[in-house]
């Protein structure tokens, strides 16, 4: 503001020393049409630093969303890679249940074979192994059943983590141009700001 002050004084006076050898009415009429002038442009300067504060709040705000906005994506990256943990987890102990009960058709097999040569007062005793390997088969899919649906969740769960690191992520890249966009603003501002500064000094 003492700037501007500065730059009105010294562009009254030119303005009175240019105009000193005129008629006292002449004088007086350019007098105030060059102070009308002086007004507007100290209003015009005034609102452009104004504008520039405000321009300058609103990049410092975008900045901390921007990182409330990357804390979430990191906070959402590591949720992920538990989930992830957790699901090869559970896709290691469903291969170990489908490995036993694969030993356990085999045994099944060979088990049937044997007993086919068996005599046939043996039979009740194969029918009996036989019952006991079909309730073994008969656990173990369910055992499959219950991994699988485990497997399921888990692959839900890292779906809806990855929906939402996709949302943080296209937030993430609005804060970005919303920044990119006020420091636009603010170096046009001050671009302009420094414009007028030349323009009064070399008025001098």
Do not use: C, P
């Not at 990119?180 to 501002?189: N, P, R, T, W």
Request: proline letters at 0%; glycine letters at 2%; charged letters at 25%.
């Amino acid at each position: 503001m003492k700037k501007l002050t500065k730059t009105a004084i010294a562009l009254f006076g030119a303005t009175t020393l240019g105009f000193a050898g005129f008629g006292a009415y002449a004088f007086a009429d350019n007098f105030w049409q060059g102070h009308n002038n002086m007004v507007q442009i100290n209003n015009d300067l005034d609102q452009l630093s104004q504008t520039i504060k405000n321009k300058n709040d609103q990049l410092t705000k975008a900045k901390s969303d921007l990182a409330d906005a990357q804390n979430q994506l990191k906070a959402a990256q590591s949720s992920q890679s538990d989930l992830q943990s957790k699901l090869t987890n559970a896709q290691n102990q469903l291969k170990s249940v489908q490995e036993q009960l694969k030993q356990e058709q085999d045994q099944q097999k060979s088990s049937q074979d044997s007993f086919n040569q068996q005599l046939q007062a043996k039979e009740q005793e194969i029918q009996e192994k036989i019952r006991e390997t079909q309730q073994a088969i008969t656990d173990g899919n369910a055992k499959v059943q219950a991994k699988q649906q485990e497997v399921y969740k888990a692959n839900q769960q890292v779906s809806d983590l990855n929906n939402k690191i996709n949302d943080l992520t296209n937030q993430l890249n609005q804060k970005n141009q919303n920044s990119q966009d006020l420091s636009q603003a603010v170096k046009e501002a001050q671009d302009t700001r420094d414009h007028a500064d030349t323009v009064v000094n070399n008025s001098k």
